[in-house]
T-cell receptor, first 115, second 113 residues
């Protein structure tokens, strides 16, 4: 089954404790991205990757890191989480350019609470 | 910078009534446009997309959207609402370099019996 998987689905942590949210896709997509969803703000892009070893900042990259060492994986790293990073996080993958025009497939989400 | 505006954070309809969710984009060049649906505790699922092939786009679950360049709009409609349509709906546009999807703030559809 074609899918994007994220782990963990739920995470409660404390300020300053480093954490990693994993993301994996099995559709051989070049493009992957991380978003955060907050009430009233929709989805905002954190980082994206156009291909292996190619990453770039989205709209809200502060406090986050990513890496893309393999095509299928795109982990999101919070080196020192703070309460304002409490949010619902989505990983997505897709194919940029025609005929898909960056249609993206989303994972189930990771709900993060930072105390 | 491109932006997407969804009018109405909440829309309420009765079962069987017309569903109309509004989306306007801001771009000097018509973008590629998408509607996604998010059911409770789930990720986003693609409903339909506009890629300039046809201005009226049909999607899954009986939804369709019409691209109107003169109005910079891409409103989502469904002739008859069903209880299972209750969800949050997001309009999105891709930028010209295809590096990102820009999302609207979402519209929650409530369907009453």
């Amino acid at each position: 089954e074609a899918q994007v998987t994220q782990n963990p689905r739920y995470l409660i942590t404390v300020t300053g404790k480093k954490l990693t949210v994993t993301c994996s896709q099995n559709m051989n997509h070049e493009y992957m991205s991380w978003y955060r969803q907050d009430p009233g703000l929709g989805l905002r892009q954190i980082y994206y990757s156009m291909n292996v070893e190619v990453t770039d900042k989205g709209d809200v990259p502060e406090g986050y890191k990513v890496s893309r060492k393999e095509k299928r994986n795109f982990p999101l790293i919070l080196e020192s989480p703070s309460p304002n990073q409490t949010s619902l996080y989505f990983c997505a993958s897709g194919t940029s350019g025609p005929p898909y025009y960056n249609e993206q497939f989303f994972g189930p989400g990771t709900r993060l609470t930072v105390l | 910078a491109q932006s997407v505006t969804q009018l109405g954070s909440h829309v309420s309809v009765s079962e069987g009534a017309l569903v109309l969710l509004r989306c306007n984009y801001s771009s000097s060049v018509p973008p590629y446009l998408f509607w996604y649906v998010q059911y409770p505790n789930q990720g986003l699922q693609l409903l339909l997309k506009y890629t300039s092939a046809a201005t009226l786009v049909k999607g899954i679950n009986g939804f369709e959207a019409e691209f109107k360049k003169s109005e910079t709009s891409f409103h989502l409609t469904k002739p008859s609402a069903h209880m299972s349509d209750a969800a949050e709906y997001f309009c999105a546009a891709t930028n010209t370099g295809f590096q990102k999807l820009v999302f609207g703030t979402g519209t929650r559809l409530l369907v009453s019996p």
